[in-house]
Nanobody, 120 residues
Framework: QVQLVESGGGLVQPGGSLRLSCAAS????????MGWYRQAPGKQRELVAV???????DYADSVKGRFTISRDNAKNTVYLQMNSLKPEDTAVYYC??????????????WGQGTQVTVSS
């Protein structure tokens, strides 16, 4: 079992920055893709950014050039640096990871979510 704990959300003015963190703990054997999703009120959950174990990244078009995803494999942690925030970035942000066991069983995990509000 893997637990994910997110932190770093909050209220920020338009144009400001926030850094989200998601630390994985528990019986960790191998973490593969680690990513961030978000869900705004009345909308579906959407992918924001993902980083593979080798470091390759992918971003939603709406955040390209403003957000940067990174990971620290030694700390089992994924980060999301969010710059030039806009009101439309307001949402609950969720961490998501793929984990495999020594037997090769792959399972996907979600964090509890952290609120990001961009408002003046």
């Amino acid at each position: 079992q893997v637990q994910l704990v997110e932190s770093g959300g909050g209220l920020v003015q338009p144009g400001g920055s926030l850094r989200l963190s998601c630390a994985a703990s528990g019986n960790i054997f191998s973490l593969h893709a680690m990513g961030w999703y978000r869900q705004a009120p009345g909308k579906q959950r959407e992918l924001v950014a993902v980083i593979l174990s080798g470091g390759r990244t992918d971003y939603a078009d709406s955040v390209k050039g403003r957000f940067t995803i990174s990971r620290d494999n030694a700390k089992n942690t994924v980060y999301l640096q969010m710059n030039s925030l806009k009101p439309e970035d307001t949402a609950v942000y969720y961490c998501n990871v793929d984990h495999s066991t020594p037997r090769g069983s792959l399972r996907n995990y979600w964090g509890q979510g952290t609120q990001v509000t961009v408002s003046s």
